[in-house]
């Protein structure tokens, strides 16, 4: 079949073929962009903490009437009211390991700083100087949190000292995430020192884990494991701390926390939200990263779908208006598939079109994006697939109409309208 | 006339039902997409203070300098305790509030209740009236009560009911971190979002309501620790919450109330004077590098907005557009089809006007219906935002007579449009030429 006849018809539909066209460019454009955003919504969902997220959970407690920080022994009372709660803790039932710690991935409540090797280095420049969170707690965080040690050694006891929230002294000890360690060290981190905060005193790495994110949910990959530990828990008038529970006990030991911290000392704050599995955690910190993928989905299907209606829409108004040439054709030999196959290469043209245009306005609106918000750029496998996509739903959109035109009997040819 | 295009369109309307639920389909979907999306754009975006938010400004003073300024070379967005309570000393602007975040714990006096937690703030007495902060019993506190460091409180309505049950509290004790307080006043209600005087230690929005307010010196002279972000360029010399005080460290808030523009001048004259003593005290080794911006520029510049509503605002009306070429594409064969209809009125004498109400009134009937479809698929969209986004952005988004209004009106203002130039080739069919060819 020659294309002529089908240009040549097209061109008495300027108005219509454009409007075709023009959605078909538009709703590329758009779909591949939301779909793009979608995609790094996911993406970002998936990040894996490094944690062994299932029977984990966190208390967050407050003390009532605790000495402040600034009072003399204030620090040391405090400390002794957290071990208390730590023994309490782990002599659970069903509790396999505590540990105090200051934070958590995704928790979204963080201590943050610059790590350096070299003395006195804040400014983010070359490989030397980046940022970190700090995470304070004891020797058992590696267990409970179930991030595993690639190299060197992890806490003993003997390491773990305590201090002040605010008493912001250089530990001599750390534990590096590997992303950290490889960023500062390409050979090795075991032994070498880092300076941390633009500090002078060196702080020895003793070991580091395979990963550990870092507790806000939103930065880019480039500082989304860089984690420090340090061997020190914190004394404040609250705390915070880690448990893991053997396997399929969570609940349990969950519902059995508030009795036990109560019992150590009711002079506390402990509501609804202070017991919270990781679970839960996880869930809060990505619900509005899910939340706009959905919303953005379904605005992506209504698209497609308003494309799709009206293809339809306006190749059912071009059969009946060419019922009669149908007819004719028919009359003079075509067959059924010659007619079908008709419209459906009159979509094709319209859609290629349609997508040619689309392509451009979809890196159009990329680069716009990427001007004004922090989108990188689109992957050339996404407009691929967007572009196959619209002209599939062009082909599957002209189908019932095509088949009603090629179901037109050659009879309507004689016929008087 | 009106009423006969009325029901010519009906019956157009009708003789197409296919075509017809097309049209009202897509407009109805696109309509509700905006405006489901609209409205979560407007909760986040809208201005949480209208009849005030031009007098209300946010100093920023460089005490960093610029080795710790970002690429844009702002100043820090919260202020140091030394540059803040300088500042409230001076007292050169006609209200003004340093403010901190706290999180106390709240002992209630029936016994056997367990403590509880509480978030809030500490500022000075003149926040309350800045911020026309609305009291159901009681005030706040005075001037006298700041100097003093009176041990006062204004509480919640909802702490309220919890410690003393729904009555007029005030003059009653409430027990914060240890410490015994008169309440002055319960609030009425009072939960902007977003969290517009306090944006740094907020992020800007919150889900819990702020239950104690505490005079600013009273919560420092108690050691009363700050509950939101600190930031630092250096590690504080001293140690403990006295030391965060020492520090060049930034974790206070704050406000002034600026009545007219001689005000404002004055008071940008005041704080560049300030950082030039300081420059000269040796305490800044670089310029006066200050910001004095009203609320709705400090909002924006702290991109409060999150930027996925923007981006996806921005989708869903490109979705309107889609949905209104595709109301033209769709009209536009309605329309046509009716060639030799429209031929024959020409012929009987109608002008082009006639013509032009008839359609334009059939696609407004379109966009009417639409509209209504529109309308109910934003009320579903408006009560599932809340199942996919986060409670503290959800509960703003409201479906309220304002967007039923514009849910209307866009529809039918949308597709009147969108029945321009299908209308207009309409207009434009040959009368001889449709009637020779029947």
């Not at chain 2, 997409?33 to 979560?40: G, P």
């Amino acid at each position: 079949m020659t294309l002529h006849p089908i240009l040549a018809a097209l061109r008495k539909h300027k108005a219509g073929v454009v409007l075709i066209a023009m959605q078909i460019a538009l709703t590329l454009a758009i779909v591949c962009n939301a779909v793009f955003i979608i995609g790094q919504r996911i993406e970002r969902v998936n990040r894996p903490t490094g944690l062994d997220e299932s029977n984990l959970f966190l208390v967050t407690q407050q003390w009532v009437g605790a000495p402040g920080e600034d009072v003399p022994g204030g620090v040391d009372k405090l400390d002794a009211m957290q071990l208390e709660d730590l023994a309490a803790l782990r002599q659970l039932p069903d509790v396999v390991s505590v540990a105090p710690i200051n934070s958590m991935p995704l928790l979204d409540s963080s201590w943050n700083g610059a790590i350096a090797t070299k003395p006195g280095d804040t400014q983010f420049r070359g490989k030397s100087v980046t940022r970190t969170t700090y995470y304070f707690s004891d020797e058992q965080v590696l267990p409970t949190l179930g991030v595993r040690l690639v190299a060197g050694r992890a806490f003993n006891a003997g390491d773990v000292v305590h201090q002040g929230f605010r008493d912001q002294r250089d530990p001599d000890i750390a534990i590096l995430t590997k992303a950290l360690a490889d960023k500062l060290f390409p050979d090795g981190a075991v032994g070498k020192a880092v300076y941390l905060n633009g500090g002078n005193k060196p702080v020895t790495v003793i070991g580091v884990v395979e990963r550990m994110q870092v507790p806000y949910a939103g930065g880019g990959d480039e500082v989304a494991w860089n984690s420090t530990l340090i061997p020190a828990r914190l004394n404040a008038n609250f705390a915070r701390y880690a448990v893991r529970t053997k396997p399929g006990r969570l609940d349990d030991v969950m519902r059995a926390v508030m009795p036990a911290l109560y019992k150590v000392n009711p002079m506390r704050v402990l509501d609804d939200d202070s017991v919270r599995s990781f679970g839960e955690i996880r869930d809060k910190a990505y619900r509005a990263d899910l939340g706009m993928a959905i919303l953005m989905g379904v605005v992506c299907l209504i698209l497609l779908c308003v494309t799709a209606a009206g293809i339809v829409g306006l190749t059912s108004f071009w059969v009946g208006q060419r019922h009669r040439q149908i007819g004719v054709r028919r009359a003079l030999g075509a067959r059924k598939i010659d007619i079908l196959h008709y419209f459906q290469i009159e979509n094709l043209l319209i859609a290629g079109t349609g997508v040619v245009i689309g392509v451009l306005l979809a890196v159009g609106l990329n680069q716009w994006l990427m001007s004004h918000y922090e989108m990188t750029r689109i992957p050339v496998l996404y407009v691929l697939t967007g572009v196959l996509a619209m002209l599939a739903i062009g082909q599957a959109a002209v189908f019932v109409p095509a088949r009603r035109a090629s179901n037109v009997p050659p009879v309507v040819a004689t016929r008087a309208v | 006339m009106f009423a006969y295009y009325l029901e010519l369109a009906l019956r157009s309307l009708r003789r197409s039902p296919g075509l017809t639920a097309l049209m009202v389909l897509a407009i109805g979907f696109g309509v509700a997409a905006s405006m489901t999306t609209y409205s979560v754009f407007r909760a986040v975006s809208g201005d949480p203070i209208p009849w005030k938010s031009a007098q209300l400004f946010v100093p920023q003073i460089d005490n960093w300098g610029p080795k710790d300024r970002d690429t844009d070379g702002e100043p820090p967005s919260a202020m140091s305790y030394l540059d803040a309570t300088t500042l409230m000393r001076d007292h050169r602007a006609k209200r003004q509030s340093a403010m901190y975040q706290i999180s106390p714990s709240v002992v209630p006096t029936q016994a056997g209740k367990h403590p509880l937690n509480v978030t809030g703030h500490a500022v000075y007495s003149e926040f309350f009236p800045m911020l026309d902060v609305p009291f159901l019993y009681g005030n706040g506190w005075s001037a006298q009560d700041d100097a003093q460091r009176a041990a006062v409180a204004v509480i919640s309505s909802k702490l309220n009911e919890k410690l003393f049950g729904n009555v007029d509290s005030v003059g009653r004790t409430v027990n914060i971190e240890g410490r015994d307080y008169r309440v002055v006043g319960v609030l009425d209600h009072w939960n902007p979002q977003p969290r517009f005087y306090d944006v740094t230690n907020t992020g800007g929005f919150s889900e819990n309501v702020e239950d104690v307010f505490l005079p600013f010196e009273r919560a420092i002279s108690v050691g009363l620790p700050n509950n939101g972000n600190t930031n630092c360029n250096a590690t504080p010399k001293e140690s403990g919450f006295v030391g965060l005080q020492h520090s060049e460290c930034v974790w206070i808030a704050y406000m002034a109330e600026l009545d007219d523009a001689a005000a404002v001048s004055a008071y940008r004259q005041y704080l560049d004077a300030y950082a030039k003593n300081q420059q000269k005290a040796g305490r800044f080794g670089w310029a006066p590098n200050n910001r004095l911006r009203n609320l709705p520029d400090y909002l924006e510049q702290q991109q409060v907005v999150p930027r996925d509503t923007k981006v996806s605002l921005l989708v869903a009306l490109c979705l309107l557009l889609v949905c209104l070429v595709n109301t033209v594409g769709l009209l536009l064969a309605k329309f046509l089809r009716r060639s030799g209809e429209i031929g024959v009125r020409r012929a009987l004498g109608a002008p082009r006007k006639a013509i032009y109400l008839q359609f334009l009134t059939e696609a407004g009937m379109v966009g009417a219906a639409g509209g209504v479809l529109g309308l109910l698929l934003t009320g579903v969209g408006v009560a599932s935002v809340g199942l996919v986004l986060p409670k503290s952005i959800s509960d703003l988004a409201r479906l309220d007579l304002s967007l039923l209004v514009i849910t209307l009106l866009v529809a039918v203002s949308a597709t009147l449009l969108a029945g321009l130039y299908p209308t207009f080739r309409a207009s434009r069919v040959q009368p001889a030429w449709q009637l020779k060819s029947n």
